[in-house]
């Protein structure tokens, strides 16, 4: 089993920033792609972002290319998420996923573990 526990959400004006941590625990942390999803009241879950087991490789979802980066530190065991030039449409709960394996997924259904979220705000 991997759990998986979000920080750093909050409320922050358009045009702002923050960095969202994501610590893991239970396995072996490099061996395991991350990826950050999030869900808008009455939406579905979307691709944000995710990135490989050693970090190499990177991939986002449109509405936030340019914007967000994805980064991890295996030493720590914490895969982060830099937010910069938030939008209004960026308000979301923000969940953070793990899958055993190589292929960078960006549906929801190619993640095994999941954490309970971390609210973002962006006030307009």
């Known amino acids: 089993q991997v759990q998986l526990v979000e920080s750093g959400g909050g409320l922050v004006q358009a045009g702002g920033s923050l960095r969202l941590s994501c610590a893991a625990s239970g396995r072996t942390f490099s061996d395991y792609i991350m990826g950050w999803f999030r869900q808008a009241p009455g939406k579905e879950r979307e691709f944000v972002a995710a990135i490989s087991r050693r970090g190499a490789r990177t991939g986002y979802g449109d509405s936030v290319k340019g914007r967000f980066t994805i980064s991890r530190d295996n030493a720590k065991n914490t895969v982060y998420l830099q937010m910069n030039s938030l939008k209004p449409e960026d308000t979301a709960v923000y969940y953070c996923?793990?899958?055993?394996?190589?292929?960078?997924?960006?549906?929801?259904?190619?993640?095994?573990?999941w954490g309970q979220g971390t609210q973002v705000t962006v006030s307009s």
């Open positions: 996923a793990s899958v055993y394996g190589m292929l960078l997924g960006t549906t929801e259904h190619e993640y095994q573990y």
